[in-house]
């Protein structure tokens, strides 16, 4: 048995990371747990799209919580730099939505309008200011364009992570934690193959592996394989983000752009990176902007999302196990929610209260039956 921890962080994702770097910058013992090394799975897998406005289909909570959350990443980013010389290379450059039926055109007007309404900025171009701004798409019926959505270079940022935690708190790599038990609802003790840890607070944040370690999560965290690619262009790239149904392409300072991204639900775990994935990768992509038809294949890889039975994150203490808290569930928007996370995380812990739409995100929004009541 080990020397005890004020917390134990199960999960060196970017939920994980960031969650324990904020705990640790309270004066708290954390260690970090992770069953292979810092940011292997989804994290770095990710595109990087900081799309608060784009994720959100209607408004209300999550709509909210991503807004709160784009709003943090300035400083998030400066202080990770501050900490660990690393440029995670946040860009407020905008995305755009585009139309490509005159259809999708009005669907999209009426969605600026509700945004606008909900506290967002947006605004409809017409397809001549899309041609002038971004002369590489398709021919369009206009764009939504999201002026304050960006993108963020996740292995970068997972760097800066992975370093930021190496420096405030203990992390073990190759340590997968086995099992939580509890003493009297007081301490718990968390096993890895090797060692027992001991603390009053854990925080289990292993994404689309959460079920292998809390079975009551089974069937309502599960893996959704997705798969991305990036490429090279010849001559000019992209200056934003590009988004139409579920391909998006995010320009990147090195001069790639990242494709995604495909949805395999049923998948599970499964690692190939498949070739008819980076076919309809590149078909998709030569749809939507055909003046990149030339541009060089770079690489294909795959991360497994961690994907929730209502779409959003679960977030907080768990009823039946006081100071057992979860950070799962994030889908496709672990890289945009990590900083309101660890801010939810810490008041959690702290027993503070929570703002209203915070609580959309607690697992108590599920009934004991296992309806959802969100």
């Not at 134990?8 to 910058?25: E, T």
């Not at 309270?26 to 784009?54: F, H, W």
């Not at 889908?331 to 609580?359: C, K, Y």
Request: some cysteine.
């Amino acid at each position: 048995m080990t020397d005890a921890f004020d917390v134990i962080v199960i999960g060196g994702g970017v939920i994980g990371m960031s969650s324990a770097w904020r705990l640790a910058g309270t004066g708290r013992r954390v260690l970090l747990l992770e069953r292979d090394r810092t940011g292997a799975e989804a994290s770095s897998a990710a595109a990087g799209m900081l799309g608060a406005q784009l994720e959100t289909s209607s408004p209300g909570p999550f709509f909210q919580l991503c807004l709160e959350s784009r709003s943090l990443y300035q400083n998030y980013v400066d202080e990770l730099r501050e900490e660990t010389g690393v440029d995670a290379q946040l860009n407020h450059n905008g995305i755009y939505q585009l139309a490509l039926t005159e259809t999708e055109a009005h669907a999209l007007q009426r969605r600026m309008e509700w945004q606008i309404r909900a506290g967002g900025r947006a605004q409809f171009l017409s397809s001549r200011e899309v041609y002038e701004s971004e002369p590489l798409v398709a021919r369009n019926f206009g764009a939504l364009y999201l002026p304050d959505d960006g993108n963020i270079h996740a292995p970068l940022l997972i760097r800066a992570l992975s370093l930021a935690v190496k420096r405030t708190c203990t992390v073990l790599e190759g340590a997968e934690a086995i099992s939580i038990v509890t003493h009297n609802s007081l301490d718990y003790t968390v096993s890895t193959h090797s060692e027992k840890y001991v603390t009053r607070t854990v925080v289990v944040a292993t994404g689309a592996w959460a079920p292998h370690l809390l079975p009551s999560l089974t069937g309502r965290i599960r893996p959704v394989k997705g798969q991305l690619l990036s490429i090279r262009p010849r001559r000019a790239t992209l200056q934003r983000t590009i988004f139409h149904h579920h391909t998006y392409l995010v320009p990147k300072r090195d001069g790639t752009i990242v494709v995604g991204a495909t949805e395999d639900k049923e998948a599970g775990f499964n690692r190939d990176v498949r070739a008819d994935a980076v076919q309809y990768l590149l078909d998709s992509a030569q749809q939507v902007a055909p003046g990149l038809s030339d541009a060089v294949f770079v690489r294909s890889w795959i991360g497994h999302r961690p994907g929730s039975e209502d779409a959003h994150p679960w977030i907080g203490e768990l009823a039946e196990s006081p100071q057992l808290h979860v950070a799962v569930g994030h889908f496709r928007n672990g890289i945009l929610l990590a900083p309101v996370t660890a801010n939810m995380l810490l008041d959690s812990i702290e027993r503070r209260p929570w703002p209203v739409h915070w609580q959309a995100f607690h697992p108590a929004r599920v009934s004991h039956e296992g309806e959802v009541t969100i």
